[in-house]
């Protein structure tokens, strides 16, 4: 079939209904680069915060002394978020949408910056190493399966509810009675989860499934898979991150 929409022509198909399925495939398929060209540009920012503490003990000293930094960033963090996902006008509408993907983006970088700043510069390499491999081959597979994981995300949610539970018995038995284990349980199961989403994400992305983004709304496609990836990571980070 695919052969057959370049090779056809136009006297050979009156209604036009092979050249409109060929224009759709071509706007998704320039919907899914640019969605992933910005999570790729997310992600080179968050990396360039995370490197300056690695290298600058100053630099993390600093970090260490001015908690508020990292107030203010989960605050524009949160509203940003808000904002991105319940207003539709805003994340379609450009050039406002790129500024609060730019701000959305800065504020990220920033608390992943100070959280990273707290483990060893092995630990965060070995957890980066381990999130490219896992996000690699949830991505792969979502595209190469025919189960459409869109229709899931009921299960999703259901499953988000019991984790948020779960997580707070888990940070109560720890502050109480020091039950660390509990935690890294946690974080198990919220990367695991984590992957779902993003396997749910990428396939509403592709498109040809139960739901679908449009190819308007690739600032929030682009967010979502960043913060599948970023969440993965840090998850990770609570289970195999060590100290300096």
């Known amino acids: 079939m695919e052969q057959g929409y370049g090779a056809t022509a136009p006297n050979e198909d009156p209604d036009g209904k092979?050249?409109?399925?060929?224009?759709?495939?071509?706007?998704?398929?320039?919907?899914?680069r640019k969605v992933f060209f910005l999570v790729t540009i997310m992600f080179g920012?968050?990396?360039?915060?995370?490197?300056?503490p690695?290298?600058?003990?100053?630099?993390?000293n600093w970090v260490y002394n001015n908690f508020w930094v990292y107030l203010i960033a989960i605050i524009v963090f949160l509203v940003v978020s808000i904002a991105l996902s319940c207003c539709g006008n805003l994340r379609k509408q450009f050039p406002t949408n790129i500024i609060l993907l730019t701000i959305f983006t800065l504020s990220?970088?920033?608390?992943?910056?100070?959280?990273?700043?707290?483990?060893?510069?092995?630990?965060?390499?070995i957890c980066l190493c381990i999130t490219t491999v896992c996000s690699g081959s949830v991505i792969v597979f979502s595209?190469?399966?025919?189960?459409?994981?869109?229709?899931k995300m009921g299960i999703a949610f259901m499953l988000s509810m019991v984790l948020f539970s779960f997580g707070i018995f888990a940070l109560i038995f720890t502050m109480a009675f020091n039950w660390r284990f509990l935690y890294s349980v946690y974080s198990g199961l919220?990367?695991?989860?984590?992957?779902?989403?993003?396997?749910?994400?990428?396939?509403l992305l592709?498109?040809?499934?139960?739901?679908?983004?449009?190819?308007?709304?690739?600032?929030?496609?682009?967010?979502?898979?960043?913060?599948?990836?970023?969440?993965?990571f840090l998850m990770?980070?609570?289970?195999?991150?060590?100290?300096?």
């Open 206 to 232: 592709m498109g040809n499934r139960k739901f679908q983004l449009s190819p308007e709304d690739y600032v929030f496609g682009a967010m979502q898979i960043f913060l599948d990836i970023l969440n993965i």
């Open 54 to 60: 690695m290298v600058s003990e100053p630099f993390r």
């Open 143 to 151: 595209i190469k399966t025919k189960s459409d994981l869109t229709s």
């Open 18 to 32: 092979y050249n409109l399925q060929f224009s759709q495939q071509s706007i998704r398929a320039a919907f899914v």
């Open 45 to 52: 920012i968050t990396a360039a915060f995370c490197v300056v």
């Open 190 to 203: 919220a990367a695991l989860l984590m992957m779902f989403y993003l396997a749910i994400d990428v396939q």
């Open 236 to 244: 990770l980070l609570n289970i195999f991150g060590r100290g300096r």
């Open 108 to 125: 990220a970088a920033t608390m992943t910056m100070i959280i990273t700043a707290c483990y060893n510069v092995q630990s965060v390499l």
